[in-house]
């Protein structure tokens, strides 16, 4: 099992940027497909990105398309989500979560990850 701690968090004005990190420990984060996700107070949770093992592969939710980035260093074990001309909207707090199975590609469907971090909180206000 692996475990995943999120970090980066924080305060931003619309417009502004903040990058987020997953380490993780336990198990190697660098042969699993990772992702984030986000939830906000009475909604449910929702994918935002997601990577492939290798990092070739990503896709994005289409409310932070063109604004998020998410990319991995598995010489570091760790996944990175770049938050650029944040909104308001994106306030939430952030999961980092890994798949069951190595060596699979992408994806933003939550029933395939079994590994979740505690949070990061990311709030966006002026």
């Known amino acids: 099992q692996v475990q995943l701690i999120e970090s980066g968090g924080g305060l931003a004005q619309p417009g502004g940027s903040l990058r987020l990190s997953c380490g993780g420990s336990g198990r190697a984060v660098s042969n699993y497909a990772m992702g984030w996700f986000r939830q906000s107070p009475g909604k449910e949770r929702e994918p935002v990105a997601a990577?492939?093992?290798?990092?070739?592969?990503?896709l994005y939710a289409d409310s932070v398309k063109g604004r998020f980035t998410i990319s991995r260093s598995n010489d570091r074990n760790t996944v990175f989500l770049e938050m650029n001309n944040l909104k308001t909207e994106d306030t939430a707090v952030y999961y980092c979560?890994?798949?069951?199975?190595?060596?699979?590609?992408?994806?933003?469907?939550?029933?395939?990850?079994?590994?979740w971090g505690q949070g990061t909180q990311v709030t966006v206000s002026l």
């Open positions: 979560a890994g798949v069951s199975r190595p060596y699979t590609t992408a994806t933003l469907d939550q029933r395939e990850y079994t590994s």
């Open positions: 990577v492939s093992f290798r990092g070739s592969t990503t």
